[in-house]
């Protein structure tokens, strides 16, 4: 009987084991992604300008001001991964690599934009501005979007709701920098915003 009862015990020992062990496989899909904003807090996050950034039930919105904010560490090459919603109205973005986290623009950062009615389209939603056009400009005004944008070496893509917006565009101008999220004007929403260095 004790041999049996040695026998059972490791077995449930060995199978705990391969239990423990396949656990976090089932969470791969997050395997090495870090997330920035975790619905409840910016402790990754300074403050620039006066948008009236605030936390309303689990998503930082603003609708006032004009400002960023900008992550606390620099990344170099990475995929990012952000929700956003915008009203009609909005002038918003995400910058990228920003050199001078005091001081966010496209002299100093790559703009991924969220600009629905910017007057030259071909640098609107779906663009980074200056660098690479988009053509037919997408709408993003009104609803939940999620932006995927990977910056390896000096080659950038960008997909705005699965649909390839930039193809491997490149420019050498900023190498490695901050992470920033813009509010200019009307309303704008962030949800899930998350990185994984590459």
């Not at 009862?5 to 396949?22: D, M, P, R």
């Not at 395997?31 to 920035?36: E, H, Y």
């Not at 919105?61 to 109205?89: H, I, M």
Request: overall charge neutral; proline content about 5%.
């Amino acid at each position: 009987m004790k041999r049996y009862s040695a026998i059972v015990a490791a077995l449930l020992l060995l199978g705990l084991t391969a239990f423990w062990h396949s656990h976090p496989a089932s969470g791969q899909a997050d395997a090495g992604w870090v997330t920035l904003f975790d619905d409840s807090n910016l402790n990754d996050w300074n403050q620039i300008g006066d948008a009236n950034w605030k936390i309303v039930d689990g998503v930082v919105q603003a609708d006032k001001g004009n400002g960023f904010l900008v992550s606390k560490n620099s990344y170099t090459d990475f995929q990012l991964r952000a929700e956003f919603w915008v009203d009609t109205a909005a002038n918003s973005g995400i910058f990228i690599r920003c050199t001078n986290p005091e001081k966010v623009g496209t002299d100093s950062a790559y703009e991924v934009n969220i600009f629905d009615t910017r007057p030259d389209p071909s640098y609107g939603t779906g663009a980074i501005v200056n660098i690479a056009k988009v053509s037919p400009m997408p709408k993003a005004g009104e609803k939940w979007n999620t932006y995927e944008v990977t910056a390896k070496g000096p080659k950038m893509t960008v997909t705005l709701n699965g649909v390839r917006t930039v193809d491997g565009v490149e420019d050498t101008k900023f190498p490695s920098g901050r992470i920033a999220l813009q509010y200019g004007a009307g309303v704008v929403k962030f949800r899930k915003v998350q990185v994984k260095p590459i």
